[in-house]
């Protein structure tokens, strides 16, 4: 499926079903920690989109991420299947090697300013073998399997309005795809209380590799 460009925005930060304030979700990213040339790209997104501050929420390089794969809420899930699932990862990604990618040209969606991100068939291994450890820890895997298209947000939409401005301001400005090597799939643990998504690191997975580090603290007992 194709990501295709929007006439209009419309507010991001409205509170999806089972979403509150101080609730917190178990899910997988891939995050650009040291990805120093996907930061250089989203800075001069930032600069171009600086006179939309109050329009679009602008995001730093600390929380730029490719979402990939929810597991669930915390207190909905316990904390040792989210650790077996953690431990299935790492064996099933165990098999998939580093790969790169590029990240851009932009495309201007309803709710956030987003860069593809390519070759998605990459980026989708990942993903089903994240789906595969989840499914040999529980019953069901959420979220769709199909339609998956990975990307980076680079600012979301705070207000409701036209996008054409946004979209003139960035079509006035040259960008220059960035490249980055994906080496390990993030098992976090995120919120959205400040209309940012934010999070702790769970466990990081490497890929090629048959051990996983970085577990957070401890959710629930």
Request: avoid cysteine; glycine fraction near 8%; hydrophobic fraction near 45%.
């Amino acid at each position: 499926m194709t990501l295709t460009s929007s006439n209009t925005l419309r507010n991001h930060w409205w509170w999806r079903p089972g979403w509150s304030v101080g609730r917190r979700f178990y899910t997988w990213h891939l995050t650009w920690e040291g990805q120093d040339d996907v930061h250089r790209l989203a800075a001069e997104y930032r600069d171009a989109l600086a006179p939309f501050a109050g329009e679009l929420t602008l995001i730093p390089d600390r929380w730029l991420h490719l979402t990939m794969q929810g597991i669930g809420f915390v207190g909905d899930v316990a904390e040792r299947d989210v650790r077996a699932i953690a431990d299935a990862a790492s064996e099933r990604l165990a098999s998939v090697p580093a790969f790169d990618v590029q990240t851009g040209p932009h495309v201007l969606a309803p709710e956030a300013i987003l860069l593809p991100v390519q070759p998605a068939g990459s980026v989708a291994e990942v993903r089903d073998a994240i789906r595969g450890a989840i499914g040999d820890v529980r019953d069901a895997v959420p979220e769709n399997a199909t339609g998956f298209r990975p990307h980076v947000s680079v600012a979301y939409s705070a207000s409701d309005g036209p996008g054409a401005p946004v979209e003139e301001a960035l079509g006035a400005r040259e960008f220059t795809p960035a490249m980055a090597r994906v080496t390990n799939a993030d098992l976090i643990v995120i919120h959205r209380d400040n209309k940012m998504y934010e999070w702790e690191t769970f466990a990081s997975v490497p890929l090629g590799q048959a051990a996983f580090s970085g577990r957070g603290p401890r959710a629930d007992p």
